[in-house]
């Protein structure tokens, strides 16, 4: 996996259907309309995102983790 920013990751999230719903201090909230639910996914808005961090925002949104190599 390569190294992310908060940012790039949110722009991955947009493209695949996630829209920003709210931003509080670093973290920003992504959200996704599924039938019967709603994905929502925190994001910290840091240059640099660890690598536990991220591939919890993996197996959060649900989308397949080649999407963000």
């Given amino acids: 996996m390569r190294t992310l920013s908060g940012k790039e990751v949110c722009a991955i999230l947009k493209k695949h259907g996630f829209d920003q ?8 909230i ?10 929502t996914v925190p994001v910290p808005d840091h240059k640099e995102l660890r690598i536990g961090t991220l591939m919890s925002i993996i197996r959060q949104s649900q989308l397949d983790r080649s999407l963000f190599a």
């Fill in 30 to 39: 992504m959200q996704k309309q599924v039938p019967g639910s709603t994905i």
């Fill in 21 to 28: 719903v709210r931003q509080r201090g670093s973290h920003i």
